[in-house]
């Protein structure tokens, strides 16, 4: 879960994204103006026409290991 900086709304972050992805997708549905500014600065057209889709059984766990969860509370 990840805090929106300028709504202070809690992004959901999904599994499998990071966390960095979940905001950005917050930031294209809610705060666009932003984004396009920041990502204009850098010319990311690519990342203008496709906000963020999310990786589906692709790249995980390869090479970065998912190791923000906590470990869920199971019975030892
Ligand atoms: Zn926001």
Known sequence: MATCKMCRTSIEVPEG????AAVR???WAEHPDRMLRS???RAAES???????P?????TGAG???RREPPRTRPA
């Open 55 to 59: 990786p589906t059984g692709r790249a």
């Open 25 to 27: 997708r917050h930031y």
């Open 64 to 66: 970065t290991p998912s």
């Open 39 to 41: 990502q204009a600065d």
């Open 47 to 53: 990342e203008l026409r496709r906000p963020a889709p």
């Open 17 to 20: 994204w990071s966390v960095g």
